[in-house]
């Protein structure tokens, strides 16, 4: 396992590496997904959307003390349990630690074999909005701007 993985995220590596049949990863995705707080729909808009997905997916990002704090939703189930191992694996996170997770850790899970080449790609940027996101707070701390408009201002055409 990398060495730079986040604990949570690596412990979400664990459980997924222990499950051998497809079968059972797709349960523990699905059970990503129900874990998920729902998402206001007032935040299912344009500046939200991950782009480059299949289905609607949308992700909202909160600053606060040096950590970030995920919301999400997606149309499709799987991906909402995407969603929410990603959520799960990255909150509570400094923008430098979101920014430096590296995307090859989803090899490790073993999904990327189940995982349609649409899903699998969907994953990606949905990890890349994410980071975007946790960029955008992290230069906002280095400017004097406040955090919650340089993720606005920076994620509109994401």
């Known amino acids: 396992m990398s060495?730079?993985?986040?604990?949570?995220?690596a412990k979400i590596v664990s459980r997924f590496?222990?499950?051998?049949?497809?079968?059972q990863k797709y349960?523990?995705?699905?059970?990503?997904?129900?874990?998920?707080?729902p998402m206001p729909e007032a935040d299912k808009n344009p500046n939200n959307k991950v782009h480059g997905c299949v289905s609607q997916v949308f992700i909202t990002a909160d600053y606060a003390n040096d950590k970030v704090t995920y919301h999400g939703?997606?149309?499709a189930q799987l991906v909402k349990g995407l969603v929410g191992l990603l959520i799960n694996g990255l909150n509570g996170l400094s923008p430098a630690e979101i920014i430096a997770v590296k995307p090859d850790f989803i090899e490790e899970t073993g999904l990327s074999v189940s995982l349609t080449p649409s899903r699998a790609n969907?994953?990606?940027?949905?990890?890349k909005m994410m980071q975007k996101k946790a960029n955008g707070f992290?230069?906002?701390?280095?400017?004097?701007?406040?955090?919650?408009?340089?993720a606005e201002t920076n994620f509109s055409n994401v």
Do not use: C, H, M
């Not at 060495?3 to 995220?9: D, E, F, Q, R, V």
């Not at 992290?138 to 340089?150: F, G, H, I, M, S």
């Open 3 to 9: 060495s730079a993985l986040p604990a949570n995220l």
């Open 17 to 23: 590496k222990r499950k051998t049949d497809p079968k």
């Open 27 to 37: 349960q523990q995705l699905l059970w990503y997904a129900n874990k998920l707080e």
């Open 73 to 75: 939703d997606s149309d």
């Open 122 to 127: 969907g994953f990606l940027n949905i990890l």
């Open 138 to 150: 992290a230069v906002a701390t280095n400017t004097d701007e406040t955090p919650a408009n340089a």
